[in-house]
């Protein structure tokens, strides 16, 4: 009888901690599903002065729609709801296009009529005026890339090369 009422002593210290761990997991069930829907992004695309694209890609066939509104002022826009299916690999490229330039933008992201939370804040910049300006564009960043291919000797066919050079040109 005294090992059981250890045991039972026990699990009543435990009892506020195994509460704690419910409530956790019957909040924190509902953010899995929303992502549950979700399979990559959202990632924003191409963004001009007057629109920005938003790009992601769901599990399966869904409605997709964004919220979003300009940080500075109380402004709010939602985009056509959009149907993704298998036809389109499940993929969304919604355009926002009541953006206004230089402007910042926080979107919410709704599958299936469902607003999904992240860990991270969910923005984008609109382009400023600069064209026909006086001031200089907006500094830019890009990175450029090859399909290089560098022949390794021990895998290349025996013989001589079959491709045209300069070499070859002069003999």
């Not at 409605?63 to 709801?81: M, W």
């Not at 953006?99 to 910049?125: C, H, M, W």
């Not at 290089?148 to 021990?154: A, G, R, S, V």
Request: with cysteine.
């Amino acid at each position: 009888m005294a090992l059981q009422c250890r045991h039972l002593h026990l699990i009543v210290l435990k009892m506020p901690y195994l509460l704690s761990l419910l409530l956790l997991l019957a909040i924190a069930s509902p953010l899995c599903a929303q992502q549950a829907l979700l399979r990559s992004g959202p990632m924003v695309g191409h963004v001009d002065m007057r629109e920005a694209t938003i790009w992601l890609q769901t599990t399966g066939d869904a409605k997709v729609r964004i919220a979003y509104k300009d940080s500075a002022s109380s402004n709010a826009y939602s985009t056509p709801t959009m149907t993704v299916d298998a036809s389109m690999h499940h993929i969304a490229k919604i355009v926002c296009d009541s953006v206004e330039p230089g402007r910042t933008y926080i979107y919410e992201v709704f599958i299936n009529d469902k607003k999904l939370s992240f860990a991270y804040p969910t923005q984008f910049r609109s382009q400023p005026v600069w064209k026909y300006r006086k001031n200089d564009p907006p500094v830019m960043t890009m990175a450029l890339g090859s399909c290089l291919y560098i022949n390794e000797e021990e895998f290349d066919r025996p013989g001589t090369c079959l491709l045209y050079t300069s070499d070859a040109a002069d003999e």
